[in-house]
Structure formats: C-alpha cells, structure tokens
C-alpha cells in the first residue's frame, strides 16, 4: 500500500526549533515528488513547497520560503519540514502530499500524510 | 503567482440537489488544475485532475469541466457524505496555489 505517514503533534514555545516528518512507503521514494500543505485553524489549504529526493531539487512558495526548510533523506525515505524559530502564526495542521506520477511535478497531489499538528505556544 | 477566485465560499444545499462549484485563474493553466474534498478533521482527497479526469474510485456524480481560466466542478445529485469542503489548486506554475475553499452544507 501506497502511504505517507506523519510524525506526530507537536506542542512548542516560540523561538524553538521544529523538524517534522513524512515517510513514504510502496513506492519508489525518489521518483516522486512530495509536497508540503499549511491549514491554519479553520483555514484553507496553503501550498508552501515541494522537493524531488532523487536529487533534493526544491521549490518554495515565495510566502514560505525563507521561513521553512524542506528537505528529504532518501536512505530512509523522509522528507521533513523545519524550522528554525517558530511563531506563534506556525500554529497549524501541515499536509505532505505525493503527486499522481512519478517525475512529475507538476500534477495533482493523489497521496496524502494524516496531517501534523503544530501548536506554537508560550 | 497565479490568483484564483473560487466562489462560493458557502453553498447550501439538499441531497439530491446539483450543485456547481466555480474557479477562476487570474491567467491561463491550460488544464492542469485539481478539485479536492476535505471533510473535518481529515486530510483533503483528490477528486479530479487534469481538470476533467475523475480520480480512481471517486463516485461518477462529480465532474470536472473547463480550461484556461474558467473551470466548474459538478455534483450531480448531492449525497449525504457530500457535504464537506471543496478545494481547486492549479498546479501549472510554481508556486501552486489552492482556491480559497467552498463548504456545502446542508440547507
């Protein structure tokens, strides 16, 4: 079976640092892109960047970039979402999200992570 | 960056009702744009691709149609387990960008 499973909730004070995770399974992990996804309490979705593993290739959203940093470990079939000083505005849900076909980046997200929640609180 | 308007924000309807879901691009994306249904506390799920193409296993009720600019996503006759929120995302050029999300309720 397919999946992405996420790296479970997180609770942080702002000023800290955060790395989450999503580990891909049943395929080939550096053949397809993953995207990252932002929802905010009662929010939309927001697309903040994705990342090939085959060759780390990334592209951010220019809200996000300089924000977050992605990034992926293809010997363990990872990629991850960091930060390096939250806020309390990173409070949110964030998505990974696998593309229809391998090599393609541009194509609609058809895998998805359960979705990690990030409270930023002091 | 592209802009998409997606309207409405907020649909009320019945089971059994049609129901049409509008997106429009600030430029034009030839077909590369998806539909999505989140319902609370889930993850979104891929309904449509390819502005037209029903996902495996997504009921034939939902359909997609348009390209360039203006697209629409159909629910034919609306079911109970419908009534969620309903996402577009282009995916032509970076940085992809999702609609700003419509909820069907019902009325």
């Known amino acids: 079976e397919v999946q992405l499973v996420q790296s479970g909730a997180e609770v942080k004070k702002p000023g800290e640092s955060l790395k989450i995770s999503c580990k891909g399974s049943?395929?080939?992990?550096?053949?397809?892109?993953i995207g990252w996804v932002r929802q905010m309490p009662g929010k939309g979705l927001e697309w903040m960047g994705i990342i090939y593993p085959g060759d780390s290739d990334t592209r951010y959203s220019p809200s996000f970039q300089g924000q977050v940093t992605i990034s992926a470990d293809k010997s363990i079939s990872t990629a991850y979402l960091q930060w390096s000083s939250l806020k309390a505005s990173d409070t949110a849900m964030y998505y990974c999200?696998?593309?229809?076909?391998?090599?393609?980046?541009?194509?609609?997200?058809?895998?998805w992570g359960q979705g990690t929640m990030v409270t930023v609180s002091s | 960056v592209i802009w998409m308007t997606q309207s409405p924000s907020l649909l009320s309807a019945s089971t059994g009702d049609r129901v049409t879901i509008s997106c429009r691009m600030s430029q034009g994306i030839s077909s590369y744009l998806a539909w999505y249904q989140q319902k609370p506390g889930k993850a979104p799920e891929l309904l449509i691709y390819a502005a037209s193409t029903l996902q495996s296993g997504v009921p034939s009720r939902f359909s997609g149609s348009g390209s360039g600019t203006d697209f629409t996503l159909t629910i034919s006759c609306l079911q109970s387990e419908d009534f969620a929120t309903y996402y577009c995302?282009?995916?032509?050029?970076?940085?992809?960008?999702f609609g700003q999300g419509t909820k069907v309720e019902i009325k």
């Open positions: 049943g395929y080939s992990f550096t053949s397809y892109w």
């Open positions: 995302q282009q995916y032509y050029s970076f940085p992809w960008t």
């Open positions: 999200a696998r593309p229809c076909r391998d090599g393609y980046k541009n194509d609609a997200f058809d895998i």
